[in-house]
Structures are given as structure tokens and as C-alpha cells.
């Protein structure tokens, strides 16, 4: 499966980007999804899963309120909706592909990813 996230860019604070990630060379329909990402000289971090059929989503504590996660099966697509954004949520956005139906926030349950969307949020 292989991955590819677009939507990212430069935003003033306060502003929103949606992100997508769209799956091709396989279905994604059986996979719970999930978006990290990782700042400059800091280490990847979870943000969001959904499970494969787009229930129970799961936010890290720092996005909860302004991010939305949501999927379409049917386009192979998986989102990010991101308002309220932050300077501190700067950072390189990537999308995985999970080996189990609910979604995890360990990213060694993830084994495809794609090559990541820049976010930057100015002040």
C-alpha cells in the first residue's frame, strides 16, 4: 500500500488546513488509520486514529477539540481537519496504515506510512 498525504502548507494561527491521505496499490478498508507527526528536533508523535470502519476516534491530548479525523472507504481516503491551529502544531504531517481494525496511538502498529505534508503555523 502506498500512501500519500497532501493538504499541508503555511497558515496563520488561528487558521484550519485539511489534510488527506489517499492509498493507492491496495484498500485501506480493513486497516484502522492514523496521522503523527513530528516537529523539528523533536521526536514523531501520534495525533489521531480512526478505526477501519470510522468509528471510535482516538486524539492526543494537545489536538483534542480542533483536529478531526474522519474517513471514506470507498475514495481510499482518510482525513485531518485541523482548526485552531497553533504555532506548536508546526510540524511534518504523516499518514499510516495500521496492522489492526481499531486505531493505536504506538506507531509500531503502523506498517506502511507515507512521506509526510508540512504544516507550518505562523505567530
Known amino acids: 500500500v502506498h500512501l500519500v498525504e497532501s493538504g499541508g502548507g503555511l497558515v496563520q494561527a488561528g487558521g484550519s488546513l485539511r489534510l488527506s491521505c489517499v492509498a493507492s496499490g491496495g484498500t485501506i478498508s480493513k486497516n484502522a488509520m492514523g496521522w503523527f507527526r513530528q516537529a523539528p528536533g523533536k521526536e514523531r508523535e501520534f495525533v489521531s486514529a480512526i478505526s477501519w470502519s470510522g468509528g471510535t476516534p482516538v486524539y492526543a491530548d494537545s489536538v483534542k477539540g480542533r483536529f478531526t479525523i474522519s474517513r471514506d472507504n470507498a475514495k481510499n481516503t482518510v482525513y485531518l481537519q485541523m482548526n485552531s491551529l497553533k504555532p506548536e502544531d508546526t510540524a511534518v504531517f504523516y499518514c499510516?496504515?495500521?496492522?489492526?481494525?481499531?486505531?493505536?496511538?504506538?506507531?509500531?502498529?503502523?506498517?506502511?506510512w507515507g512521506q509526510g505534508t508540512q504544516v507550518t503555523v505562523s505567530s
Open positions: 499510516a496504515a495500521a496492522t489492526v481494525p481499531f486505531g493505536s496511538t504506538w506507531s509500531n502498529e503502523y506498517n506502511y
